[in-house]
């Protein structure tokens, strides 16, 4: 089983930037696929940005060119640096994994982007 702990979040103004951070419980190596998906209210939970297998990444197109994932080896951790964030970027954002067949999910973290 896979433990994900985010940090990160909170209330920046629109253009600002933000950085979440997800430590995992097991090797990256271990992982298949892991990054970050988000949902905001009234809205169904969508995929923000997620490493996959041989470094491959997958971004939202909302967010292309201004969300960068990135991770930390050694520290089994995954980044998401946010930039040019805009209000419609404001969402609950969930790290995910998936390992195997399993699917995993941090607790929540809210992103408020707001004047």
């Known amino acids: 089983q896979v433990q994900l702990v985010p940090s990160g979040g909170g209330l920046v103004q629109p253009g600002g930037s933000l950085r979440l951070s997800c430590a995992a419980s097991?090797?990256?190596?271990?992982?298949?696929?892991m990054g970050w998906y988000r949902q905001a209210p009234e809205k169904q939970r969508e995929l923000v940005a997620v490493?996959?297998?041989?470094?491959?990444?997958n971004y939202a197109d909302s967010v292309k060119g201004r969300f960068t994932i990135s991770r930390d080896n050694a520290k089994n951790t995954v980044y998401l640096l946010m930039n040019s964030l805009k209000p419609e970027d404001t969402a609950v954002y969930y790290c995910?994994?998936?390992?195997?067949?399993?699917?995993?999910w941090g607790q929540g973290t809210q992103v408020t982007v707001s004047s």
């Open positions: 995910y994994a998936r390992q195997g067949p399993n699917n995993y």
């Open positions: 097991a090797s990256i190596f271990s992982i298949y696929a």
């Open positions: 490493f996959t297998s041989g470094d491959r990444t």
